[in-house]
């Protein structure tokens, strides 16, 4: 059960008002979940179509704290560059942070804001922490959070399908196809 109508909600999104986050795609990350060969391979089908109907691409990158400056509560991880098979090219967008939410301590939703960006379909790692909890907080701003539910994953299988199941109720959890037929028209 849904507290929405998606047939409404997906009439608001086309191309010109979207824009596509690539969540953390990591190399520590992607070498940790369960299944990084489809992953990539939808990932990748997504990047593809969104450089083709022009919708601009934000990768976000995990980016620790100085040392002094780290929570006490976390553990110091270094995730790795953006892995390579799925790299930014000129014009993409590289977006540091410290947290799971895409908003805090960055400029975000001023560039989608800027842009009349109203649209944001999340991909990448983990659906669980940063990919729901920035989706959720899109939404609390007024954003149309999409989750491209064939193109973000996780190191633990049942976090990410209980997620999946979470957000269908709130937001819109579409596949690629799904996305792609909103940007062609």
């Given at each position: 059960m849904s507290f929405f109508n998606a047939d409404e909600i997906k009439k608001l999104i086309n191309r010109n008002n979207?824009?596509?986050v690539?969540?953390?795609?990591?190399?520590?990350?992607?070498?940790?979940?369960?299944?990084k060969t489809e992953f990539i391979s939808k990932l990748k089908e997504l990047i593809e179509s969104a450089r083709k109907y022009n919708v601009p691409i934000v990768y976000t990158m995990i980016t620790p704290f100085p040392e002094r400056f780290q929570p006490k509560i976390r553990r110091s991880f270094?995730?790795?560059?953006?892995y390579k098979e799925v790299y930014p090219k000129e014009g993409d967008v590289i977006l540091r942070k410290n947290t799971p939410s895409i908003f805090v301590?960055?400029?975000f939703e001023l560039m989608l804001r800027n842009a009349g960006i109203s649209s944001i379909v999340f991909t990448g790692i983990a659906t669980d922490i940063g990919v729901e909890t920035s989706a959720r907080h899109a939404q609390a701003l007024g954003f149309i959070p999409v989750i491209a539910k064939e193109a973000v994953s996780s190191a633990d299988k049942e976090a990410h399908e209980r997620s999946l199941l979470n957000m269908q109720k709130l937001m819109l959890v579409l596949s690629n196809k799904e996305i792609i037929e909103l940007w062609e028209k």
């Open positions: 979207s824009v596509l690539v969540w953390d795609v990591q190399e520590a990350l992607v070498n940790s979940i369960f299944n270094n995730p790795g560059d953006i301590g960055t400029n």
